[in-house]
C-alpha cells in the first residue's frame, strides 16, 4: 500500500499564474481533504471532498477550487497566485470521519 | 470562528525529562485528535478521543479529553530524542471540517 500520494513535491510559479496539485488517496479511502501549512503554522483546511463533491470548505477564496474523481484521486487548483500562497500544501485521505492520512505535501513557492 | 490554541508554543526539555501540550477549543468538539509532525514532514495520526473525561495511553504518551469536551491535554513521560516534532490537536467543526490547533514544538536534548 502506498499511502497518500502527492504531485508534485515542489514547485515554483510567479504571481497570477494558475497551478494544479494532485492527490492520491490511500487505498480503500474515499474521501479526500486539502490543507494548507503556512512555515511554523498548522494545517489550515481548504475543503473536503466525497462522493465528487465539495462536502465542505474552510475560509479560502474561490480562487481555490478542487476536484475528485471516480477513482477518488483529486487536484488541488489555484488561480491568479499571490506571494501569500506560498505554503506545504496537504492532501489527507479517510474512510469516513475518523483519522486522516496525511501524504507528504506540496511546497509550493510562489514568487 | 472556531479556534483551537494550544500552550505552550515551544518547549524545550532535558532527554528524560516530562512534557505536556495543552489544547483548548472554542467550541465544544465531538472528538479531538492528535497528529505529530516531526520537522520536515508531514502529520502523522497519533489517537481520537471521542467521551468526556476519556484518558487513553500510548506507552509513554497519555492523552485526556476534558469533562466538557472543550479542552485536552498530551503528556509525555520521560522524553527520548525521537519524540522530536509539532504536536497539533484536531478538533472537527460542522462535523467534516477539521480545524488544527497552533500546535507546540517540542525540543529535546540528549
Known amino acids: 500500500d502506498a499511502g497518500v500520494t502527492q504531485s508534485p513535491t515542489h514547485l515554483i510559479k510567479t504571481r497570477g499564474q494558475q497551478v494544479t496539485l494532485r492527490c492520491s488517496p490511500k487505498?480503500?479511502?474515499?474521501?479526500v481533504s486539502w490543507y494548507q501549512q503556512a512555515l511554523g503554522q498548522g494545517p489550515q483546511f481548504i475543503f473536503q471532498?466525497?462522493?465528487?463533491?465539495?462536502?465542505q470548505r474552510g475560509n479560502f477564496p474561490d480562487r481555490f477550487s478542487g476536484h475528485q474523481f471516480p477513482n477518488y484521486s483529486s487536484e488541488l487548483n489555484v488561480n491568479a497566485l499571490l506571494l501569500g500562497d506560498s505554503a506545504l500544501y496537504l492532501c489527507?485521505?479517510?474512510?469516513?470521519?475518523?483519522?486522516?492520512?496525511f501524504g507528504p505535501g506540496t511546497r509550493l513557492t510562489v514568487l | 470562528g472556531q479556534q483551537v490554541m494550544q500552550i505552550p508554543q515551544y518547549q524545550h526539555v532535558q532527554e528524560g525529562e516530562d512534557f505536556t501540550t495543552y489544547c483548548n477549543s472554542s467550541t465544544t468538539l465531538s472528538n479531538i485528535q492528535w497528529y505529530k509532525q516531526r520537522p520536515g514532514g508531514h502529520p502523522v495520526f497519533l489517537i481520537q478521543?471521542?467521551?468526556?473525561?476519556e484518558v487513553k495511553k500510548q506507552k509513554r504518551l497519555t492523552f485526556q479529553f476534558g469533562e466538557a469536551k472543550k479542552n485536552s491535554s498530551l503528556h509525555i513521560t520521560a522524553t527520548q530524542t525521537t519524540d522530536v516534532g509539532t504536536y497539533f490537536c484536531a478538533g472537527p467543526y460542522n462535523t467534516d471540517k477539521l480545524i488544527f490547533g497552533t500546535g507546540t514544538r517540542l525540543q529535546v536534548f540528549p
Open positions: 487505498s480503500g479511502h474515499d474521501t
Open positions: 489527507a485521505s479517510s474512510r469516513g470521519r475518523v483519522e486522516q492520512f
Open positions: 471532498y466525497y462522493e465528487e463533491e465539495e462536502r
Open positions: 478521543l471521542v467521551k468526556s473525561g
